[in-house]
């Protein structure tokens, strides 16, 4: 067993900056992949961005190329997400997730262990 806890989430205005992280224990951090998904009111889940085991690759979605990025401190057993010129549609619930898979994968269905999330909202 996994368990993940984001925090870092909240209100800010059109523009700004948040980092979320999350803190994970349990079984080897680095046995896993770690991804981000976030989740809009209304709208599914959808894949943020993905960094592997060792931290040396990571994969984002289109939607916040550019303006966000994941990293990993695996001595705190922790992974990062820095969000840049946040805009309203930025505003869900962020989450974080482990894979035990051998590829970085974009599918939430893959992930193993997820955490109970983080609201982040945007206003305009």
């Known amino acids: 067993q996994v368990q993940l806890v984001e925090v870092g989430g909240g209100l800010v205005q059109a523009g700004g900056s948040l980092r979320l992280s999350c803190a994970a224990s349990?079984?080897?951090?680095?046995?896993?992949?770690m991804g981000w998904f976030r989740q809009a009111p209304g709208k599914e889940r959808e894949f943020v961005g993905t960094?592997?085991?060792?931290?040396?690759?990571?994969y984002y979605a289109d939607s916040v190329k550019g303006r966000f990025t994941i990293s990993r401190a695996n001595a705190k057993n922790t992974v990062y997400l820095q969000m840049n010129n946040l805009g309203p549609e930025d505003t869900a619930v962020y989450y974080c997730a482990a894979d035990g898979g051998v590829r970085l994968t974009t599918t939430s269905n893959e992930y193993e262990y997820w955490g109970q999330g983080t609201q982040v909202t945007v206003s305009s």
């Open positions: 349990g079984r080897t951090f680095t046995s896993y992949n």
């Open positions: 960094i592997s085991r060792s931290g040396g690759s990571t």
